[in-house]
């Protein structure tokens, strides 16, 4: 007896409620993720208040990828918390690719150690995708800080013990690992003033409520280019391109010292491997178009765009070297 068209589609819609009541819809043959996903607009979560690199960085790359890829890759910002309860929240998420976050040194490399009741282990919960850029630390003053260049800066510190204030994105972000090594390298005290993000922290400086800042080259640089803020020093081995006069921190004194910021793309563990795989690749693409590759040259940005498994013994490095901060700064949850 011949199959009707309505008896056939029956029963591939049986077949398929089977395939997902077993949890293997997604990734029950070969291919078949890779070929549906993505078919609907993919949230990407980031851990900060907008206005910071971390934004900025996820919406270059979501044009691009939202070209290439034909759906919309919609940024959504969740700041607070030191970037826990946006992790907390793509774990409540499907594995499907279709909630994605930015891992952050903050995320990945030292909320493990200073939340370890978070709810969750970055390294079981959670699969790396790509590392995207990592982008030069730059540790600025407000115009009106009466300091030239960084042994000045340091000087000026000592000489008011307590009374000098630093703002960061927040707990564990970028800027505030960066000062709190910085901090260990030379021997300041200077007073931690955290923020939901870049953006609000930012502000602040800009006002002259807050003295000193650090923070990544997109957020910074048109405030440095304004004259609104000094840039005093950049955290990378090497001079930056974009900042040639402006010394390393190692340089003014204080021996291999480096800090940088960087952002990769993260998922639930448990999304299918066709999926990450097919992120990665289009994530790396986006990484070359021109206007990508023109901006990231304008703020000395170095482009990811590698498999995952090279993602992964980079957040495994950074890990470990920033447990060693951790410790000895003995930074705690804000």
Not at 186 to 194: A, K, S
Not at 289 to 306: L, M, N, Q, T, W
């Amino acid at each position: 007896m011949m199959d009707t068209p309505q008896a056939s589609f029956l029963r591939r819609r049986d077949y398929l409620k089977w395939m997902g009541a077993a949890g293997l819809a997604s990734q029950g043959m070969p291919g078949m993720a890779q070929s549906a996903w993505p078919s609907k607009p993919v949230r990407w979560v980031v851990p900060f208040a907008p206005g910071g690199t971390s934004s900025i960085v996820a919406r270059a790359v979501a044009t691009e990828l939202t070209k290439q890829m034909g759906v919309a890759f919609v940024i959504d910002n969740k700041g607070g918390g030191g970037g826990v309860p946006a992790m907390q929240e793509v774990m409540r998420a499907p594995a499907d690719g279709y909630t994605i976050t930015m891992g952050h040194v903050g995320s990945l490399a030292v909320n493990p150690l200073i939340y370890p009741d978070s709810g969750y282990d970055v390294n079981k919960d959670f699969a790396p995708v790509t590392l995207l850029a990592r982008v030069p630390n730059l540790f600025v003053v407000h115009k009106d800080v009466p300091v030239t260049d960084f042994k000045s800066f340091v000087a000026y510190v000592k000489s008011r013990p307590g009374q000098m204030n630093y703002a960061s994105a927040g707990n564990a972000s970028a800027g505030h690992l960066a000062v709190e090594a910085l901090k260990l390298a030379t021997g300041m005290f200077i007073t931690h003033i955290p923020y939901r993000g870049t953006g609000p922290a930012l502000n602040d400086v800009l006002a002259g409520r807050i003295e000193f800042f650090s923070a990544g080259t997109p957020a910074l640089l048109p405030h440095i280019q304004s004259g609104a803020l000094r840039a005093i020093a950049v955290g990378t081995p090497q001079r930056i391109a974009v900042l040639p006069d402006v010394p390393t921190v190692a340089e003014s004194g204080y021996k291999d010292f480096e800090t940088v910021q960087w952002y990769g793309i993260n998922v639930r563990a448990g999304t299918p491997v066709e999926i990450i795989n097919k992120l990665q690749q289009e994530a790396a693409k986006a990484l070359k178009a021109p206007e990508i590759i023109a901006r990231f040259e304008s703020e000395s940005a170095v482009a990811g765009g590698g498999p995952a498994s090279e993602y992964a013994s980079f957040i495994a490095r950074e890990q470990a070297r920033w447990k060693v901060v951790v410790e000895k700064a003995r930074i705690k949850p804000g």
